[in-house]
């Protein structure tokens, strides 16, 4: 009976999310009831603590699959992990510069200032913690174990609207954003997923997508503002090119260009046998 149990697919999901936020919240709060004011008010004590929340994250992760389902990790295979990475982080940079090339093309964008390196580590802080902790519980729990149960398509459906309802919370979200969030960030990070059955390009892609847009350009990420990064920017223009207060992704041109991309990885899933084909188990 008890096998049975772990053997459900909710159940593995719900346990996977635990194994990962637990671990990590427990930390945070750890650091803040320790630490000092002072020390937490610090970018680089910041972005230190959030490094290691975030290999809580992998590790409890690591250990809980590793015990559940007896078999090597290959999502977090170590082998490709750094060319995987790096392919993403071009990816991500790439696809949020067209975003912001529309609007500047436009002449609806104005740099004002030109900041220290140091400003942008915030941002860095920021996208480490999301694209790490959220590809491990969007990709890593709910897409992996979802695609293993009902097939590919499916599974990126299910996985990006959940993934897309989840920012419906943040701050000046509508559900128009949530759903641009989840057609645009949700299936293509899900592909690239699936396209190497591995948690690095998903992880590059998002963090530097995040990092771009917060640690360069100075702009908010999915509602939230950071302090001034690299660079100090006004954007003007319409909502549908700007995505308003809300962030360059429920702009139109974040959804064609992350879809296109998308299509790029949903061809090489499909080619490589890995987009499977829906089905039901009991």
Request: with cysteine; aromatic share 10%.
């Amino acid at each position: 009976m008890f096998r049975k149990i772990l053997a459900s697919t909710p159940v593995r999901i719900l346990l996977g999310l635990g194994a990962i936020m637990g671990p990590v919240g427990g930390y945070f709060l750890l650091a803040r009831v320790l630490l000092p004011e002072t020390a937490l008010t610090s970018a680089w004590v910041q972005t230190a603590l959030i490094a290691l929340g975030a290999l809580l994250g992998f590790l409890g992760y690591g250990l809980l699959y590793r015990w559940l389902e007896k078999r090597p990790l290959c999502e977090l295979a170590l082998r490709p992990m750094l060319p995987q990475l790096a392919l993403g982080l071009l990816i991500g940079a790439v696809l949020f510069g067209l975003t912001v090339g529309v609007v500047a093309l436009a002449g609806q964008v104005r740099i004002t200032a030109v900041n220290p390196l140091a400003s942008m580590i915030p941002a860095f802080a920021m996208a480490l913690q999301s694209a790490t902790l959220e590809e491990l519980m969007f990709r890593g729990v709910i897409m992996r174990l979802l695609n293993a149960r009902f097939g590919s398509l499916p599974a990126l459906i299910l996985s990006a609207l959940i993934f897309g309802g989840m920012h419906i919370m943040n701050p000046d979200a509508t559900w128009l954003s949530a759903f641009a969030v989840a057609i645009e960030a949700g299936v293509l990070l899900g592909l690239a997923f699936l396209a190497t059955g591995t948690l690095w390009l998903p992880i590059g892609i998002h963090f530097a997508w995040n990092f771009v847009q917060a640690g360069i350009f100075s702009l908010s990420v999915s509602g939230f503002g950071l302090p001034e990064g690299l660079l100090s920017t006004q954007v003007s223009g319409p909502l549908w090119a700007t995505g308003g207060a809300f962030g360059a992704e429920q702009s139109v041109q974040a959804v064609i260009f992350c879809l296109t991309a998308s299509a790029g990885l949903y061809a090489i899933s499909k080619a490589r046998g890995r987009f499977l084909k829906a089905h039901w188990r009991g």
